[in-house]
Nanobody, 125 residues
Framework: QVQLVESGGGLVQAGDSLRLSCAAS????????MGWFRQAPGKEREFVAS????????YYADSVKGRFSISGDNAKNTGYLQMNSLKPEDTAVYYC??????????????????WGQGTQVTVSS
């Protein structure tokens, strides 16, 4: 059974940093694309970043480009989202997702097969 478990969320002040982790189990994800999404109250789930797990190629939403960094550790089957210079508008539940996709530039949530339960990130001003 495939399982994704996020951790690392919390309450921080604007300008702070957080690193989210996504521990994957149930299969080897080296041939998968991992994505991070977020959903704020009353808003649709939106794409944040994705990575081609085997090659390490990455893609970011414009809103986080230059502040967030996605990475993966194949040996640990764990993905990460390093978030720097956080802003109040980054407040949301963050989800990791995985899918056997043809391209790492995949921003549609429906394209991903597996999802974690989410971790809350709250940024105060």
């Amino acid at each position: 059974q495939v399982q994704l478990v996020e951790s690392g969320g919390g309450l921080v002040q604007a300008g702070d940093s957080l690193r989210l982790s996504c521990a994957a189990s149930g299969r080897t994800f080296s041939s998968y694309v991992m994505g991070w999404f977020r959903q704020a109250p009353g808003k649709e789930r939106e794409f944040v970043a994705s990575i081609n797990w085997s090659g390490g190629r990455t893609y970011y939403a414009d809103s986080v480009k230059g502040r967030f960094s996605i990475s993966g550790d194949n040996a640990k089957n764990t993905g990460y989202l390093q978030m720097n210079s956080l802003k109040p508008e980054d407040t949301a539940v963050y989800y990791c997702a995985a899918g056997k996709l043809s391209t790492f530039v995949t921003t549609a949530a429906r394209a991903y097969d597996y999802w974690g339960q989410g971790t809350q990130v709250t940024v105060s001003s």
